[in-house]
């Protein structure tokens, strides 16, 4: 099954002086939660922006499913992007806020409170998105990715301000959507979560690739995740 | 495609009450510039033609023009600056790669509003100069005297500073630039270059005098673009400002 891997070649992409990712190559395939793991300013961010064409990379190629994002018919039916907990108008309730998205894309409206009850916001819905905490508003934007029922969904940094509950609640989700046949990519810095969380790992550091492949794997052959990664990473964090 | 992204610009125009308090902003303001045209239009030392001709009348419909085209502006360019400000470009450039269709797609919507706009600070001016009017013994129809070419043209502007609004905000991208921007350039601006007579060759080339112009506005102190060059003139600035705003939305990163 091909449609839904997410191939990155040669990705390079200099901000000012910054290299923020320099000539990066990996494949994430469908079925499996492939984590994607590095420092702080590793070029994470940079490379899942790149991949869904909000950041024109100096060279190299992102494809999912063989296709540059832009080039995909249906974005929305294809790929779900959870990218910005910031990225709502206060005003706005969270029932609104995927309403727009819903016709947009040309979802029945119904779909928004579908997604709305998946990711546990229903008594949240005719709030404004103002009054909602981290947790919330990361919760939102999970459902924003999962408005089209893509096949391939990319997620930067999920698990960030979410209580106990919802870290367990989020592994139980993406667990399933890749025991569907989708693509679970998912960013993290947080190495214990990222091991509860993932199969696979592409592991990065100052914009480069240091690692890709199993989790067990690479865990075994250096001892431990952690271990794999600091020595990886050169200890930097 | 088009129709749904409109759709859904108007959703996101609906579900936030700006463009309530930008209306509402507006038709005030065009009742204050109604009631000060007809209050003082019985002054000698006043520039306008008197309200008990036609030239008067179509000067006070005239009026609505300002109001309207400027807070349209505003709203059509928080319309377009509010999705880098609330970081909402993300989802919608996400769901539309092609980011000139939601360029296109806002012009369409905000261009429709700046027209309704016009209308409704139309509709204030009638409201309140033909009752007022009448009582100083002026009596006119809204259907004659050149009025209908008035308010056609005041519409329009209507429209054109709509899609003003988008380009503009396209360009900038900083919403309180953008809007303290708007609002400076047609109260303080505008009006202090249009106020030095030897300008007034280039400055009857300004946007909001060529909306005057479009409009049909009439002062004995001042000169105006004929409508047909004030529409070329317009139709201009928004081909200039629409191509321009479109070609750095497609090439920025969305961080």
Known sequence: MTAGRIVVSGLTKTFGPVQAVDGLSFVVEPGTVTG???PNGAGKTTTLRMLVGLIAPDAGT????????SDLPAPGDTVGAALDTTGFHPARTGRNHLRVYCTVNGYAPCRADEVLDLVGLTDAATRPVKGYSLGMRQRLTLAMALLGDPPVVVLDEPVNGLDPEGIVWIRGLLRDLAD???????SSHLLWEAQQLVEHVVIINRGRLVAQGDLIEL????????QAYFALTEGVV | M?????????VKLTTTRLWLWLLAAAMALTALYAGLNIAFTDDPENFAPHMSTPEGQRLLFATAATPATTFAAVLAAVGVTGEFRHRTATATFLFTPHRWRVIAAKLAVYGVVGAAYSAACLVVVAAIGVPWLAGKGIEFSLAGGGLPGVMAGVIVTGAVFGLLGVAVGALLRDQVATVVGLLVYRFVAEPIVTSIPALETWTVYLPGVAASGLAGSVLENRSFLQPGQAALVL???????VAAGVILTKRRDVL
């Open chain 1, 36 to 38: 994607f793991l590095g």
């Open chain 2, 2 to 10: 088009a129709t749904r992204l409109v759709a859904g610009e108007l």
């Open chain 1, 180 to 186: 569907q046949g989708r693509t679970v990519f998912v």
């Open chain 2, 235 to 241: 139709a201009g600035y928004v081909a200039v400002a």
């Open chain 1, 62 to 69: 992102a494809t999912i499913g063989g296709r540059r994002y």
């Open chain 1, 219 to 226: 865990s075994s052959s250096f001892g431990s995740l952690e």
